[in-house]
């Protein structure tokens, strides 16, 4: 099994910064690959961002690119997701997931492990 828990969610204005953070426990953190997902209310779970294994390789949803930053520490078993110029559209709660593949990081049915997810509001 592996925990994860999201934080570093909160409220702040259209064109500022969060940082979230995933701290996870349980397993080889470094063997799973991370993503990162968020669902607006009365929305559908959808991608945001996935990390392979060793921090290499990132992938991103269209409408982030350029403005949200996937990373991660394996020594601290800790992703990262730095988002800037947010806008009232990232308004979701966000959750973090993790699998052991790195293929179809956009399918949210091929993650093995959540987290309880962190709430980001953006006002306008």
């Known amino acids: 099994q592996v925990q994860l828990v999201e934080s570093g969610g909160g409220l702040v204005q259209a064109g500022g910064s969060l940082r979230l953070s995933c701290a996870a426990s349980?397993?080889?953190?470094?063997?799973?690959?991370m993503g990162w997902f968020r669902q607006a209310p009365g929305r559908e779970r959808e991608f945001v961002a996935a990390?392979?294994?060793?921090?290499?390789?990132?992938y991103y949803t269209d409408s982030v690119k350029g403005r949200f930053t996937i990373s991660r520490d394996n020594a601290k078993n800790t992703v990262y997701m730095q988002m800037n110029s947010l806008k009232p559209e990232d308004t979701a709660v966000y959750y973090c997931?993790?699998?052991?593949?790195?293929?179809?990081?956009?399918?949210?049915?091929?993650?093995?492990?959540w987290g309880q997810g962190t709430q980001v509001t953006v006002s306008s």
């Open positions: 349980g397993r080889t953190f470094s063997n799973y690959a």
């Open positions: 990390i392979s294994w060793l921090g290499s390789s990132t």
């Open positions: 997931a993790g699998k052991l593949d790195y293929s179809s990081n956009d399918n949210a049915a091929r993650y093995e492990y």
